[in-house]
């Protein structure tokens, strides 16, 4: 029987590969490394560029990655304020249809009237406001 021995180079990069697959696999397993990278955007080129163009325009492209600062948060004046969002709860806009239902001011799909201008005996008349009898 002989005896071989490895050259030291050879030993040296099988260290070296051991060594990278013992870094390497629990960051593969974690999910933190694509096992096989498309080289494929999700998104065109056209996108990205429409999409940083927004985020110019609005503000919203980020000045600082260390802070996150957006330039709408450097330069208030100079953006736009986003449109407020309606602040009323689920339940005060159904009462609200509820009531529209009742009264008869939801509007008929067919002839676009309401449906207490189509069929005003079904829906009690508005109290009329009191005319001043002063003279």
Known sequence: MTSRTASPALNLLLGSLALAAATLAPLAQAGELDPAPSGQSVASRAEVRADR???VRNGTVVLSAETGQTARDANPKRYPQPAKTD???RQEVR???VQAIRSGDVIDAETGKKLNELNPKHYAK???PAASSAK
Do not use: M, N, Y
Request: charged content about 25%; proline content about 8%.
């Open 53 to 55: 163009e927004a985020a």
């Open 87 to 89: 602040t009323k709860s």
């Open 95 to 97: 009462a609200e249809t």
């Open 126 to 128: 508005a109290p009329q």
